[in-house]
């Protein structure tokens, strides 16, 4: 398993060391970093919200207990926020986290352990009506408490790998007890009293918005920046623009390979470039409540027509996306390997036989020359891109399918309120790479699996994976799993996994590509090389 | 059975026949006669598309991504190594289709509406004025945009989708229509015939079709020709938008919108949808003018 993680570690690196040179220098302080952010932000709270929109623009104003090290994210490596240190007990059951004493929220408050018990019992135990997106990650949490100031203790019902980068989870930020106690678990939607680098200046919605250095901030030396501001940009062309005339020096997410080609021409060595494969993919979710999709014959004809191999190549040209990959984020040991990925209906090279095999099973089924509509949503890179291209994969098996590409809100409640779909397009995206986390997005009792079927069989693997003690037995239940998900019974089909594209004015310095854009965007690493 | 008096007899000899007519209209109508070849050439791509091109309009083919003009692509490939000549001529199809469609029927309801409107007056006149300048105040792609956004969030077929735009595109049409024909009808209220009809006991309906929408019919034909031009331009807007025709549907906008990415390295993609969407509303808008003109009885004079 060491060879293994090393190599994993090994690719990580080569991906940023696409970056140009990494000489180490000596980081200069000042100067306020504006940075476009192509989506908005639907509220401030990181435990419920789940998009960049929010994550850029709010977390440079929070702490967390742990957090992945931006100066290396691309590994799991974690290091402590507002924490000292951390101790796990040697049956893996205590994890004990030792508080900082000199961490202050911005309105003064000092900040204790009682304040992460209040947070992590707001994202771990929620109260009823209080929302918590990513409450599943803690399944194996029984307890939690603060014996002193200093001291934060979670228990855990068995051992699991997936516990500490839930942990380092970029949205876990700490809030202040007292606020939750004045003002109600929903205050932090509509405001802002973090402990982070930045301290909340204002948002001007649909425009900007601002934060200025915290002096308070407890990692010494840091930020480097006097501010930022986050400009709200939503049309990718506006996005571009603003970082070729210098009005915005970086955005965070991803540009597509033309515009990345666009900004080196114009600008030269102004721009530098980074690029990573990225912990997002998208897939083809059938509502199996909605014949013919319930029959699983139907289902595999869908993947068995996708030619993600050729599609790697060809749509890795106008897209995002780019890897060939299972339900486990690429080049994880707990990943497939292309000669297990090749087994998986619609991941063979031969094409030909597995459009053939598709066709034979549409008409075994009763569902020759099918007619479907496909629901996407209407954000371009790289949903509709991906959407267009599963429309022309799938005729060539016969199917007719009709695109509904309908605005973010409409999509959601299609998906999680109505149900009225028959395949609609789905994502999975995840910020520390948590293999036995993230694919739990394929239980069929996940909160955001929209496929709507109930699987006995499928919960019971997945339950014994997630308790595996060695790594040799989670990669083998993890292969057992993704067989049954996505060759035995064909519930989703994954499409090409997302890689991240960064073109970013040369001065800025400090920022390094992570597989995630929801990881180190704290900003406190960064500084301005003007 | 009258008889026809030899006065009348050279008159009809007279007249001039219809090529002489053409020829007429062209010699005075430069402009408008342009308009309409563009016009006639943009019917007949639309009608004869799948004999003008050997390619399919949604067919991907990978291989011949992004290449640029040449002779078997003279107006090059896009970014799904599609044709864009085939798409330009199939997408004539959905520009004629929402264009025709909704000038005739926002003309017709708005010839219907405006000339009840002056048949009756008073109060329902008031009333159905001050509602058709409610409608005006919103200008027309704004006006579009909020029922085609209202109708997204219905959650339509993508059959239906394309409807949903022609209806988004033909309402703030109507009143425009409405309001010019109301005007002419004012005046044809007033004429004796109308009055004469009344005392015979015709019902309104009668009143209204067919003694006074057979007077308005220049007006009405002006704004049918000048309708299509702009809801041409209208359809292209949302779909560039995103929220008319989705891919893989051959529209003109819908080119345009996905040719934003790649309009500096590839500029091809981006310039013949444009060119397409500016002089199809360039011709229809210059034959309206024309069409106006001459029916225009104070501009015929002259």
């Known amino acids: 398993m060491r060879t293994k993680m090393w190599k994993f570690a090994l690719g990580a690196v080569a991906a940023a060391a696409m970056t140009t040179g990494a000489v180490a220098e000596t980081p200069k302080s000042g100067g306020t970093l504006n940075f476009v952010v192509g989506s908005k932000i639907p509220s401030y709270d990181g435990h419920i919200e789940t998009t960049f929109g929010m994550i850029h623009p709010i977390s440079p104003f929070y702490s967390l207990l742990i957090r992945v090290n931006p100066d290396n994210p691309s590994e799991n490596d974690f290091q402590c926020d507002v924490c000292s240190s951390w101790d796990a007990s040697a049956d893996g059951l205590t994890y004990t986290y030792k508080i900082r004493d000199d961490v202050k929220f911005h309105d003064g408050t000092p900040m204790t352990a009682q304040d992460v018990l209040a947070t992590y019992n707001k994202i771990v135990f929620p109260p009823e009506g209080v929302a918590s997106s990513r409450k599943a990650f803690y399944k194996m949490v029984k307890s939690m408490s603060a014996p002193d100031d200093t001291t934060f203790v979670m228990n855990l019902e068995y051992p699991s790998g997936a516990y500490l980068p839930a942990m380092a989870s970029p949205f876990n930020y700490i809030y202040s007890k007292k606020d939750l106690d004045e003002h109600g678990m929903n205050w932090h939607q509509k405001n802002v009293n973090g402990s982070g680098p930045f301290k909340f200046v204002q948002h001007q919605p649909g425009a900007f918005v601002e934060g200025v250095k915290y002096d308070g901030y407890h990692h010494e030396g840091r930020p480097y920046l006097d501010g930022f501001k986050a400009i709200s940009a939503p049309k990718m062309s506006a996005r571009v623009q603003a970082i070729e005339g210098d009005r915005a020096s970086i955005e965070f997410r991803a540009f597509p390979p033309k515009q990345r080609d666009d900004l080196v021409a114009a600008l030269g060595d102004k721009i530098t470039v980074q690029e990573s494969d990225w912990n997002c993919v998208l897939m083809a979710t059938p509502n199996h409540e909605r014949p013919p999709f319930d029959d699983p014959r139907v289902r595999k004809a869908l993947t068995l027509a996708i030619d993600r191999w050729g599609g790697s190549e060809y749509l890795s040209k106008i897209a995002i996306v780019k890897t060939v990959g299972g339900i486990v984020f690429p080049n994880h040991p707990l990943a497939a390997t292309e000669e297990e990925l090749v087994q998986i209906a619609g991941y063979s090279k031969d094409l030909e036989a597995s459009r053939e095999e598709a066709r034979r099973l549409l008409k075994e089924a009763g569902a020759e020359g099918l007619k479907f509509t496909f629901n996407n949503r209407g954000v371009d890179q790289p949903y509709r891109v991906v959407g267009t291209w599963l429309v022309d994969q799938w005729k060539q098996v016969g199917l007719e399918v009709d695109q509904q590409v309908n605005p973010s809100p409409v999509f959601y409640d299609i998906l999680r309120k109505t149900g009225e779909f028959d395949v609609s397009i789905d994502f999975n995206c995840q910020s520390v790479i948590n293999p036995i986390a993230d694919v739990s997005k394929f239980l069929p009792s996940a909160g955001n699996n929209y496929a709507n079927f109930e699987d006995a069989e499928i919960e019971a693997l997945y339950d014994k994976l997630a308790r595996a003690g060695t790594f040799e037995e989670q990669r083998a239940l993890m292969r057992e799993y993704e067989t049954m998900v996505l060759n035995d019974k064909a519930t989703q089909a994954i499409t090409l996994w997302w890689y991240k594209i960064n073109p970013y004015r040369s001065y800025v310095k400090g920022w390094k590509i992570a597989p995630s854009h929801y990881l180190g965007q704290q900003l406190d690493q960064i500084w301005l090389d003007k | ?302």
């Open chain 2, 1 to 302: 059975m009258s008889d026809v008096t030899t006065e009348q007899l050279e008159e009809i000899r007279d007249r001039p026949g219809l090529l002489s007519q053409i020829a007429t209209f062209a010699r005075k109508q430069p402009l408008g006669t342009g308009g309409a070849v563009v016009v006639i050439l943009y019917v007949l791509m639309a009608i004869f598309a799948p004999y003008l091109t050997a390619f399919d309009p949604t067919a991907n083919s990978y291989d011949s991504q992004f290449v640029a003009p040449n002779a078997q692509f003279p107006m090059g490939t896009d970014e799904w190594g599609r044709d864009i000549l085939t798409r330009v001529l199939y997408g004539s199809r959905t520009a004629l289709f929402v264009g025709f469609t909704c000038a005739i029927v926002g003309s017709t309801v708005g010839l219907v509406l405006g000339v009840g409107s002056a048949y009756f007056g008073g109060i329902v006149d008031l009333i159905f004025q001050r509602i058709m300048d409610v409608f005006m105040a919103f200008p027309l792609i704004i006006m579009a945009l909020a029922i085609v956004s209202i109708t997204q969030s219905l959650q339509v077929s993508p059959e239906s989708s394309v409807y949903f735009v022609i209806i988004a595109i033909t309402l703030p049409l109507i009143p425009n229509c409405a309001r010019v024909v109301r005007s002419s009808a004012l005046a044809i209220r007033e004429i004796p015939y109308v009055d004469a009809a009344r005392a015979n006991g015709f019902s309104d309906t009668r009143i209204i079709l067919r003694h006074m929408v057979p007077n308005v019919m220049a007006p009405y034909l002006i704004m049918i020709t000048a309708f299509v031009g702009q809801a041409i331009l209208l359809e292209a807007s949302l779909s560039f938008l995103g929220l008319g025709v989705q891919d893989p549907v051959p529209a003109w906008g819908l080119m345009l919108r996905n040719a934003q990415e790649f309009i500096r390295t590839e500029p091809w993609i981006a310039i013949w949808p444009g060119v397409a969407i500016t002089l199809g509303v360039f011709g229809f808008n210059l034959f309206g003018d024309a069409v106006r003109d001459a029916l225009d009885p104070k501009l015929r004079s002259q």
